[in-house]
């Protein structure tokens, strides 16, 4: 099982809008809608942000937010914050009781 | 406080064994199914496994890269997951994560504890 696909970086300054994607196949993103996301600040355990494509855990803000289109899932986030400088990964239920990760992407807040 | 504490990791030589434990508090340990995901040093998340409740048979699975070296169990009456890791090689060296499963994500994450194998 291959790793979903992330850009490596992505940068946005205070308030704007971003976008991370997160490509798989057919096998995995595009066959379920169980796509999750994780933000991990450095030597931190990551923090569940989204999970089922678009629904948000309890505590997290609404400024995050979750869209699926055929094998690629994509993470929004709105009104950028210095705190919202973190590492971003997704993860899709790939079938057959297992999980793929993306392989991350590295977010500046400039 | 709903919390996961992971513990057991050390340094162990190529083809060396370890268990690693997961104690589980603040939450219904025995109706929750538990994944460990591990983190290489800089580099991103990956899955390894994960074990379902009694309710659904204490079912397994792993990712290819362990299966058949690694094997996750789980004592409810402990609140306590294990993974037990045999056959260990250079690439297995990482920080190991157990995690809660929620609606097939995973929700609370413990602080993670360090595997290193080397010679």
């Known amino acids: 099982q291959s790793a979903l696909t992330q850009p490596a970086s992505v940068s946005g300054s205070p308030g704007q809008s971003i976008t991370i994607s997160c490509t798989g196949t057919?096998?995995?993103?595009?066959?379920?809608?169980?796509v999750s996301w994780y933000q991990q600040h450095p030597g931190k355990a990551p923090k569940f942000m989204i999970y089922?494509?678009?629904k948000w855990p309890s505590g997290v803000s609404n400024r995050f937010s979750g869209s699926k289109s055929g094998n690629t899932a994509s993470l929004t986030i709105s009104g950028l914050q210095a705190e919202d400088e973190a590492d971003y990964y997704c993860c899709s239920y790939a079938g057959s009781s297992t999980w793929v990760f993306g392989g991350g992407t590295k977010l500046t807040v400039l | 406080e709903v919390q996961l504490v992971e513990s057991g990791g050390g340094l162990v030589q190529p083809g060396g064994s370890l268990k690693l434990s997961c104690a589980a508090s603040g939450f219904t340990f025995s109706g929750s199914a538990i994944h460990w995901v591990r983190q290489a040093s800089g580099k991103g998340l990956e899955w390894v496994g994960r074990?379902?409740?009694?309710?659904?048979?204490?079912?397994?699975a792993y990712a290819a890269s362990v299966k058949g070296r690694f094997t996750i169990s789980r004592d409810d009456s402990k609140n306590t997951a294990y993974m037990e890791m045999n056959s260990l090689k250079t690439e297995d060296t990482a920080v190991y994560y157990c995690?809660?499963?929620?609606?097939?994500?995973?929700?609370?994450w413990g602080q993670g504890t360090t595997v290193t194998v080397s010679s």
């Open positions: 074990i379902r409740s009694k309710a659904n048979s204490y079912a397994t």
């Open positions: 057919s096998s995995d993103v595009g066959s379920y809608n169980l």
């Open positions: 089922e494509v678009s």
């Open positions: 995690t809660k499963d929620w609606n097939y994500g995973m929700d609370v």
